[in-house]
């Protein structure tokens, strides 16, 4: 498999472009799971936190995969 020089450089901007996706949709969707967030408890609370700590870590997970793996690709397209 031989890897070039275009797809690297797309696949490199296609990370950049995944975390800056990644910081909108966090702060997005975390002010909005936010404002439905019901608990009481303080153990209600780390458990919410826990599952945000998760939903942060996967979204940006895959962003940086997609977004990679289609820089890759549209660098590959453009410049051969």
């Known amino acids: 498999m031989e890897l070039s020089p275009a797809g690297f450089v797309g696949a490199?901007?296609?990370t950049i472009i995944g975390v800056i996706n990644y910081?909108?949709?966090v702060v997005?969707?975390?002010s909005r799971l936010r404002k439905l967030d019901r608990?009481?408890?303080s153990?209600?609370?780390e458990e919410?936190?826990?599952k945000l700590s998760l939903l942060r870590r996967l979204?940006?997970?895959i962003d940086i995969v997609v977004f990679a793996a289609l820089g890759y690709w549209l660098g590959r397209?453009?410049?051969g």
């Open 12 to 14: 490199v901007i296609g």
């Open 23 to 25: 910081a909108a949709v």
């Open 28 to 30: 997005f969707v975390e």
């Open 39 to 41: 608990s009481q408890t």
């Open 43 to 45: 153990a209600e609370r």
């Open 48 to 50: 919410f936190e826990r």
């Open 59 to 61: 979204v940006l997970g």
């Open 77 to 79: 397209t453009v410049g």
